[in-house]
Structure formats: structure tokens, C-alpha cells
């Protein structure tokens, strides 16, 4: 089962959630597999401190020129949607920081004047922690190119009973690129009225990729009651809330887990699980098989 944590905007506890939960599974004996898919800004691994065992690069294969082949037509220049190529004085320049090898110009040169060359954008890194296998990509400063991290940390799933994903905040290419398999996703959110704009912009991700999903409401005794409002309103369903404990603070503050340090948060996190778990279930079971019958599950 694949769990993706996600949020509309930075900041909400997405990697404490994912964290806690991750750990409350490995505790009951769960084979859990923990993706750090934040590759702009990992940080689970603050918290889990895991043993990394292996390290491997990202690559994407981006163009070069056979400069005896170019006639300076320009062509490559104007089909290229990322204004990763420009043509001076007939001579094709190629900007790698800008190129999503997309491989337009390859396709319509009429001098097949261009072959594919490997260009890192990244490193993966595989390690374990608490009973959690974890998988982490960190995107090389300066790139553009996270979602083919995340494809990489993606491919690195074993066969865990429980595949955790922390995604990168927002609702942008690298958001869906790590939610869009998920069979579940638990929607992070604040009770301010940002939250509730950055919830609102989260929802409609998760509508339009068609994936069940639920709403985690973190320091939910400050802010206002906007956030709980629009989601009885909308039909969406609240399985966790977290308060504003001084002490998760704390915890948070030293890298440490929630779950560890104040073990009556276990209840919660495992009662969050139990509800993902129903809640998925039931999905399950509502969807038709190939000949328009629901199917039993």
C-alpha cells in the first residue's frame, strides 16, 4: 500500500507525520519502506538517522551537437519549449541547467545533427533506521530537474507491506510526479488562513489525478475553525489532528521522534493508520471490475 504525505505549502509537518508514522508501522512488525521524495530539501533523515549502505547517481540524458552534421537552421531552437537551446551565428548552444530532455530536438533536426549524452542531477541514498527500509534523493544545487530524482527514488521501492512517501510541499510537477501512483494521500494542512488556501489548491491536485485522500489538521488547537469548516462542507474527512504541543516543539527542535519521546502519540498515529487503512478498504471495494460490477473485497 502506497501512502503519500503531502501538502499545498512548506512548513505544515508533513516529515513529522510521515516520520511518526513510518515508526509507529515498524513497531507492530509492518515491513515499512520510508521515500523521502523532498529532493529540493530532504530531512527525514534528521529524524530517522539511518545507516545509509549505498549511494548511486541520477542522471537525464540531454543533447549534444555533431557539429559537422549542423547547418544552423534553427529548427532544435524553435521547437524547444524550456529555451534550453539557442542559435547564434549558426551555431547551436545548449544550456544543460534548462534542459528537461524531452529529446524535441533530436526528433525534428532534419540533419539528425544531435545524439544524447548522461548528465547527473542527482544522487539517491539507501539506508535503514528503527526497522524502516529509506530511500532519500537529493537534487544537485542548482538544478531544475527533481522530478527525475523522484522518478529514481520511486524505482528504488522494494516489496515493503507499507510504502510512506513524503512529498515535496506545493501542487506542482514535482508534488504529482510523487503522489500521482499513491493509492492514498493524506493531505497536511494548518488551521490558518494560508492552510486553508494551500488545502484548498491541494484538494483540487488530488480530485484531478483521482486519488482518494483525507486531511491531517497539525497544531489544530490555534488558528481558527476555517480549515475544519470547509472540510465538513466539502465532505472531507479529518484523520489526524495534532495539537500545539510544546513538547513536539521540543522534540522537533532536537531531531528527535514524536513517538519516542512522548509515547501517548503512538495511540494517534496507529488510530490515524487504522482509519487509512478502513478508508482505502472501502475504495477498494466500490471499484468495478472490467465488466462494470463492483468488486468485493
Known amino acids: 500500500m502506497k501512502i503519500a504525505i503531502a501538502s499545498g505549502k512548506g512548513g505544515t509537518g508533513k516529515t513529522t ?5 513510518a515508526l509507529t508501522l515498524a513497531d507492530t512488525g509492518t515491513n515499512v519502506q520510508l521515500l523521502d521524495c523532498d529532493v529540493e530539501e530532504p530531512n527525514c533523515h ?3 538517522k539511518p545507516q545509509i549502505e549505498s549511494s548511486s547517481p541520477v542522471t537525464v540524458m540531454i543533447p549534444q551537437v555533431i557539429e559537422e552534421k549542423c547547418t544552423g537552421c534553427g529548427i532544435c531552437a524553435e521547437v ?6 539557442a542559435v547564434v551565428k549558426n551555431k547551436v548552444l545548449i544550456f544543460p541547467e534548462l534542459c ?9 533536426c532534419p540533419e539528425d545533427a544531435f545524439v544524447e549524452v548522461p548528465r547527473e542531477v542527482g544522487v539517491i541514498e539507501k539506508g535503514s533506521s528503527g526497522g524502516i ?11 531544475l ?22 512529498s515535496p510541499p506545493g501542487t506542482s510537477c514535482p508534488v504529482i510526479e510523487a503522489v500521482k501512483d499513491a493509492d492514498f494521500v493524506l493531505l497536511v494542512t494548518e488551521p490558518t488562513p494560508f492552510g486553508l488556501n494551500d488545502l484548498k489548491l491541494a484538494v483540487g491536485m488530488a480530485q484531478a489525478l483521482h486519488l482518494p485522500f483525507a486531511v491531517a489538521i497539525n497544531r489544530s488547537d ?21 495539537p500545539d504541543d510544546r513538547r513536539i516543539a521540543e522534540a522537533y527542535s532536537r531531531g528527535s521522534m514524536v513517538v519516542r519521546e512522548l509515547p501517548e502519540y503512538l495511540k ?5 493508520w487504522d482509519r487509512i487503512r478502513a478508508f482505502s478498504g472501502n475504495e477498494a471495494s466500490n471499484k468495478p471490475d472490467s465488466d462494470g460490477t463492483a468488486k468485493e473485497v
Not at 494517534?268 to 490515524?272: G, I, N, Q, R, V
Open 17 to 21: 507525520i510521515a516520520t511518526n508514522l
Open 46 to 48: 534528521i529524524f530517522l
Open 80 to 85: 524547444c519549449e524550456f529555451s534550453a537551446i
Open 100 to 108: 528537461h530532455g524531452c529529446g524535441a530536438c533530436l526528433l525534428f
Open 133 to 143: 527500509t529509506f530511500t532519500q534523493g537529493l537534487l544537485n544545487i542548482g538544478e
Open 145 to 166: 530537474m527533481s522530478p527525475a530524482v523522484i522518478s529514481e527514488v520511486k524505482k528504488s521501492t522494494g516489496d515493503p507491506d507499507v510504502l510512506i512517501i513524503d
Open 222 to 242: 490555534v488558528g481558527d475553525e476555517a480549515v475544519a469548516e470547509y472540510c465538513r462542507r466539502e465532505n472531507i474527512e479529518i484523520f489526524l489532528e495534532i
Open 268 to 272: 494517534t498515529f496507529k488510530t490515524c
